[in-house]
């Protein structure tokens, strides 16, 4: 059982470090069980372990015309703004338009869904309202200091347009859930109910997405920030790094995140590149 | 990670061989936090991880461990932990 733990965690971990993780943890298994220690317990941490690693392990990347080693350069950025899938606006909003294409698909093909009560429809609009209130105790809702806040038009109709397509989404995807539990009064309470959670945690999540990605754009492109470099010296501000710098990968800047977020510097701060640095991209 | 989880490690690493189950035994942390914690450290290049033989784990019948050890940034680093948080030497 315990053995089974370890391995489904494993294979959280990148396939270059599996074996030595997977040696590792064993071994240490062996003396848990020795010691007549909670052997299931100690296992379970491993998933954690496996996440870090996941997130953390150091992979050579090259993007445009800069080729930088990240193993050897810097040992473990974070993975920040590394979703190719995402990475142009194009792109992220295709994908968002998608899947606001299939929930509304699903809602008008299921004829359960389409003639859904209209209590449910209002609980649901209901609670994703209220999830717009959750989302500043998980995040904060500041999308970072833009100096003379130049582009500030384009980067709001991008993040309006993200939760315009978010939306239908999650108003729409619970109802054929909803639906499907039956038109009888004695489960419309249970529909609603059902609908509301889908609807109040799916908004949770997709707005504090939404919040994140929006703080890993170039405000000139809107294309995700790659290279993430951690910067100063570890370890000096309460064994932490000083921040991580990202880079926009078409040479307009810099954006700068403090790792301890202090009172001098809280929030987020962009460096628009001169043009001294097109040689570079 | 908390600072004084990683001033904890460090002490307990500086103590002697250590390997990932006695940090957990020495600090009283689960596993989810020595494990993850004890990665950091090291890509930080505050510790150095090495495996023992095979040949010593076969003697003693038992898999081989997992050791680390600090670097010259790891003491520093912990010189300068103990000067900011004097407990930490009673705390392990």
């Given at each position: 059982m315990n053995d089974v733990i370890i391995r489904v965690a494993g294979s959280l971990v990148p396939a270059a470090h599996r074996a030595e993780w997977l040696a590792e943890w064993r071994s240490e298994l062996w003396y848990v069980a020795r010691g007549g220690h909670r052997a299931t317990v100690f296992c379970l941490g491993a998933f954690r372990d496996a996440l870090w690693l996941r997130r953390n392990a150091p992979l050579p990347r090259v993007y445009g015309s800069l080729l930088i080693d990240v193993q050897q350069s810097f040992p473990g950025p974070p993975p920040?703004?590394?979703s190719r899938l995402l990475e142009s606006p194009v792109r992220c909003l295709a994908f968002l338009g998608l899947l606001a294409a299939l929930s509304l698909a699903v809602f008008f093909l299921l004829p359960g869904a389409r003639h859904s009560d209209r209590r449910v429809f209002l609980s649901l609009l209901t609670m994703f309202a209220v999830a717009w209130l959750i989302v500043p105790a998980t995040t904060t809702l500041s999308l970072g200091d833009y100096p003379a806040n130049r582009h500030w038009l384009r980067r709001r109709v991008f993040f309006a347009a993200k939760i315009a397509l978010i939306f239908p989404t999650m108003i729409f995807s619970p109802l054929p859930v909803a639906a499907s539990m039956g038109p009888a009064a004695a489960t419309l309470g249970a529909a609603a109910a059902l609908g509301s959670q889908l609807a109040f945690w799916g908004g949770v999540m997709a707005i504090r997405w939404a919040l994140l990605d929006q703080r890993r754009r170039?405000?000139?492109?809107?294309r995700l920030l790659a290279n993430p470099v951690r910067i100063g010296q570890s370890s000096r501000i309460f064994l932490d790094w000083n921040g991580t710098e990202l880079v926009c990968l078409r040479g307009h800047g810099l954006l700068h995140v403090p790792e301890s977020p202090a009172i001098w510097f809280s929030k987020q701060r962009w460096l628009y590149f001169d043009p001294s640095w097109t040689g570079l991209f | 990670m908390a600072s004084h989880t990683a001033a904890m490690i460090l002490q307990t690493i500086d103590a002697g061989q250590i390997y990932g189950f006695s940090v957990m035994e020495a600090t009283g942390l689960p596993s989810g936090t020595v494990y993850p914690a004890l990665r950091r450290l090291e890509r930080d290049g505050l510790i150095q991880s090495h495996w023992e033989k095979q040949s010593i784990a076969d003697a003693e019948q038992r898999p081989p461990r997992k050791y680390y050890k600090l670097t010259r940034s790891g003491r520093e680093t912990l010189e300068s932990s103990r000067k900011r948080y004097p407990l930490l030497a009673r705390l392990v």
């Open positions: 920040a703004g590394d170039c405000p000139v492109c809107l | -």
